[in-house]
């Protein structure tokens, strides 16, 4: 099955749940009924405690492209600061003085 099925399965199960029940419980049914019938099955195996916490805030672009920055950001800062650990240690085991090292790595983008 596909993307667009898993979609109208939920929200059909959404919008078409019973008054006494809430968007919680509508939700988890859902995901459980794709399960049962095959739709997005493997994804939904890995990935239903996401599907549900996105569904059940609201969760909308703007909100998940500030995550998807930050992420972005926290990636970036920690490739950076692994790149200059190894160009530290690069320069120590060639076995220039710590002062002439630094100077070098002020001196470069890495």
Same mark, same amino acid.
């Given at each position: 099955m596909n993307e667009k099925n898993f979609k109208n399965s939920v929200f059909n199960k959404l =919008? /078409?749940?019973k008054e006494n029940e809430n968007k919680e419980n509508a939700l988890k049914k859902a995901i459980k009924d794709c399960r049962e019938r095959d739709i997005?099955?493997?994804f939904?195996?890995?990935y239903a405690a996401e599907? =549900? /916490?996105m569904m059940i805030t609201d969760?909308?672009?703007k909100d998940a492209k500030e995550v998807w920055q930050e992420e972005a950001k926290e990636e970036g800062f920690a490739e950076g600061e692994a790149r200059?650990?190894?160009a530290v240690f690069d320069l120590l085991d060639k076995g220039i003085?710590?002062?002439?090292a630094k100077?070098?790595?002020e001196t470069q983008k890495l």
């Open positions: =919008f /078409n749940y997005l099955r493997e939904l195996e890995k599907v =549900f /916490n969760w909308n672009l200059g650990i190894a003085p710590v002062e002439e100077k070098i790595l």
